[in-house]
């Protein structure tokens, strides 16, 4: 059955045949035939070429010729030259057999051998349905072949997506019932707070049908932002539902006390809704891996806040006209009038507090004011202390292990080791509940095969039902694997969402990368580079991408041997590659089944040495057999791995992987290091991988930010026709720095692209308490003709209510979330 939404099923581990013909030496050099011609004549025989456009029954149809072959009959009876009269067929010079290929990639765990089945989903596919689809599938074979075909399960997105969405789900939910508990505890009247409640799931679905209608899925980030706007949503419909019940409870007629409500402060909603939107909007502008991640969230909590002041406006209102009733205290028990007593004088108290306090700063207003800059400036100096990185490490419970064993070993010595580092693995981490290893290649999704690489990859019971978190495993596993396998160059790395950010970036740590036009001086300073790295107490290991560690035997042409021979160094290469490593040359159709042609010969899994190279022959135009050991010499010297290029220059990478999360320290003390050398003119280094998209992501935020004061300005500006008063609104934004630091200090919290995003939604959620008081006292000053110290006291004083209750829902909204531990709960963490 098809799964919709699956784009590539890769079956990994598994045998595969092939056609295998062997040449044997011996009938080659006997009826005087080339390796080389045998080869041409498979190529040539086994063609699909186009031919252009044919007319066949009135029909102007493509046409293409096509010769392959149909079977090993055909295969054996191909005529590949003659002699003495006769033709000489492929069978003649060759065994011919349809086999199992050597395996070049195995799956093992648990010292076995496996099949792994990795799918693939599209872009729209929805991970969930699809794990699910698949899961029934294994089950279903499982039922019918009674156990006989089992399976584990070593890596499941779904879960972890599941898992994380479900902890937003369960934050959100929790957020949803703190902040109808702050109402109600604020206001004390049931029918106000189910009011307020109502436009919280009204906005949501709104803000959902919105995503919808942009073509956007919910997903964790969406969910996220959805979750920050919980408190947030509430703000506009507590600020005119207050003002409403203010109007109903001196005139007591609902309609009117509606309208007057949301009349009167309809304005001032409009503007700190279009303030909040203005934050967030320009970050729906971003590009790469930092738009990925932002575009989403903060499309989500646009459409929330957006939908939030139109349910403020419209609905609230009508709500209000329908279900607002004047108090009766008669009609209260005691203990409940006796609660409401209590929160009153406590309101009061409050309130006469902050009176009193206002009062002092207007008086002292220089000292106030170096008091708040004195805490902004200490805040300042407190980030320093704070670590730094792009996403804050996440458990969720999968990490992997590279491994690479010495050059030159075969897949079976590289098996052996792998095999001793699962049993090691096994003794160390308890926890695990499946691993997998390839063995063969350096990673699941390219699997391109070397023999002497292997990538393992472990999944841990879930959280709740292990002590130790994953960033506890990972040092101990990779300490003890270095000190049992010193001969292994072997990296443990976490998995889960760091591993899908190394997939983008380019690799887990930090990278410098050093590039110029002369190898040898780029070589030369990537050494000294990894030398500093190697001396960072934040480095556990490190890694470059040149080496020349690695021996290569190399057969010597004599080119003008060769030339008086009539042979080229091209023939003389495919001749060999034919004769000792074999070469794939077409395809054979069998009962609607492809096989790969491989052609080899009867030396192939020999030694390579001089007799080796007496062994092997070349036809010269002559017609005369010559051996390679003629005219080549084997040498065996170091070469260089890879050789990168940047811009056209050469290009070395140098890898440091971390003990720490915080990358601030290396990049520093790797900036002084670098900076303190006399380097060439024409080399150069730059910080690379998540480093440089660290930095990149700060720019860009910084960037984004000041075009949101700017859109925050220009929007106030509008709304109160002045340039003064929205300056005064927007100093209160650096001020919040103060409690963010703090807090991020407190929780043990790092500097984040996510933290940074809480940041600038904080600072919209000021410049909305700003703009509600100080439009509230340009009314009072308009309207009741007050002097602006009489209008500040009272406009305060009256708004402090819906300011607080505003704060709290805030607060308490996005409180879960910043004490969430769920599955990867440490990246949406931050923006509590």
Not at 447 to 455: C, E, G, I, Q, Y
Request: proline letters at 3%; charged letters at 20%; glycine letters at 6%.
């Amino acid at each position: 059955a098809r799964i919709p939404g699956v784009s590539r099923i890769s079956l990994v581990g598994s045998s595969k045949k092939e056609a295998h013909i062997q040449l044997d030496i011996a009938e080659l050099e006997a009826r005087g035939i080339s390796a080389l011609n045998v080869y041409e004549v498979l190529q040539y025989n086994n063609l699909t070429i186009p031919a252009g456009n044919a007319e066949y029954r009135k029909k102007n149809l493509s046409f293409t010729s096509s010769g392959s072959f149909a079977s090993l009959d055909e295969l054996k009876n191909l005529t590949v030259g003659a002699g003495d009269g006769s033709y000489i067929y492929l069978k003649d010079i060759a065994t011919i057999s349809l086999k199992t290929a050597p395996k070049k990639i195995q799956v093992r765990s648990n010292q076995k051998e496996y099949l792994m089945l990795d799918v693939l989903k599209r872009d729209e596919g929805d991970t969930i349905k699809i794990a699910s689809a698949t899961i029934d599938i294994f089950e279903k074979v499982k039922k019918e072949t009674n156990g006989l075909i089992d399976y584990a399960i070593i890596s499941n997105q779904s879960e972890t997506t599941e898992r994380s969405l479900q902890t937003v789900m369960q934050s959100a939910l929790t957020g949803f019932i703190l902040t109808i508990l702050v109402i109600l505890f604020l206001l004390h009247d049931v029918r106000a707070t189910i009011i307020i409640s109502l436009s919280i799931p009204l906005s949501i679905l709104f803000a959902i049908l919105g995503l919808w209608i942009t073509g956007r899925s919910l997903n964790l980030l969406s969910l996220s932002g959805m979750t920050v706007a919980i408190g947030m949503i509430v703000d506009n419909s507590i600020v005119v539902l207050e003002n409403t019940y203010k109007h109903f409870s001196k005139t007591g007629d609902k309609k009117k006390a509606a309208l007057s409500g949301a009349g009167e402060l309809g304005g001032a909603v409009l503007a700190s809704t279009t303030t909040s939107v203005s934050v967030f909007a320009p970050l729906l502008f971003l590009t790469g891996i930092i738009g990925v991640i932002m575009n989403d969230l903060s499309l989500a909590i646009v459409f929330a806040l957006g939908s939030s002041a139109l349910v403020a406006v419209v609905i609230v209102p009508w709500l209000s006209s329908l279900l607002l009733k004047q108090k009766d205290e008669s009609e209260k028990k005691k203990i409940f009038l006796k609660i409401e007593n209590s929160i009153d004088a406590f309101m009061e108290k409050i309130e006469a507090s902050y009176i009193k306090s206002l009062g002092w700063v207007l008086q002292n207003k220089k000292f106030a004011l170096v008091t708040a800059i004195a805490l902004f400036i200490a805040s300042i100096i407190l980030v320093s202390i704070l670590r730094m990185n792009f996403l804050p490490p996440t458990d969720t419970g999968e990490f992997e292990i590279h491994i690479e064993t010495p050059p030159g070993y075969t897949l079976e010595e590289t098996q052996k080791k792998v095999d001793a580092i699962d049993a090691l693995v096994a003794s160390l981490v308890p926890e695990i509940d499946a691993s997998v290893y390839y063995v063969g290649t350096d990673s699941a999704l390219s699997l391109t095969d070397s023999p002497n690489k292997a990538f393992g990859r472990i999944r841990l019971v879930p959280n709740e039902k292990r002590k130790r978190f994953i960033q506890e495993i990972i040092p101990l596993v990779q300490d003890r694997l270095s000190e049992t396998i010193p001969d292994c160059n072997i990296t443990v790395l976490n998995g889960g969402f760091d591993s899908l950010l190394a997939l983008g970036t380019g690799g887990q740590g930090y990278q410098l990368e050093i590039y110029g036009s002369d190898l040898e001086k780029v070589n030369s300073l990537a050494i000294t580079a990894r030398n500093f790295l190697n001396q960072d107490p934040d480095v556990f290991k490190t890694e470059i991408s040149l080496r020349s560690d690695v021996e290569q035997l190399i057969a010597k042409l004599s080119q003008s041997y060769m030339g008086a021979l009539g042979v080229t160094p091209y023939e003389a290469g495919i001749t060999s590659r034919i004769l000792f490593g074999g070469m794939d040359v077409g395809t054979l159709h069998i009962d609607n089944k492809d096989y790969p042609i491989r052609i080899d010969s009867n030396i192939s899994d020999a030694s390579l040495n001089e007799d080796t190279l007496n062994k092997m022959a070349i036809l010269t135009q002559d017609g005369r057999y010559v051996n390679f050991a003629a005219f080549s010499k084997l040498e065996s010297k170091p070469t260089l791995t890879r050789i990168d290029r940047k811009d056209r220059n050469y290009s070395v990478e140098i890898t440091g992987f971390l003990r720490v999360d915080d990358q601030s320290g290396v990049v520093k003390r790797m900036n002084e290091a670098m900076s303190a050398l006399n380097l060439p003119s024409e080399v150069h280094y730059s910080v690379s991988g998540v480093s440089a998209l660290m930095q990149y992501s700060i720019s860009s935020l910084v960037l984004m930010f000041a075009i949101s004061i700017f859109l925050v300005y220009a929007v106030m500006v509008i709304q109160f026709e002045r340039f003064i008063q929205p300056l005064i609104i927007m100093a209160s934004i650096p001020f919040c720095l103060i409690g963010v630091v703090l807090g991020l200090y407190l929780f043990g919290s790092s500097i984040s692209i996510i933290a940074m995003l809480a940041v600038i939604t904080l600072g919209g959620t000021v410049v909305n308490n700003a703009i509600v008081m100080v439009d509230y006292i340009n009314l009072l000053r308009k309207e009741e003709n007050l002097e602006l110290v009489d209008a500040i006291f009272k406009g305060s004083q009256s708004r402090l209510r819906p300011i607080l209750m505003t704060t709290m829902t805030t607060l308490v909204g996005v409180l879960p979330m910043a004490l969430a531990h769920g599955n990867g709960s440490e990246v949406y963490a931050p923006l509590g």
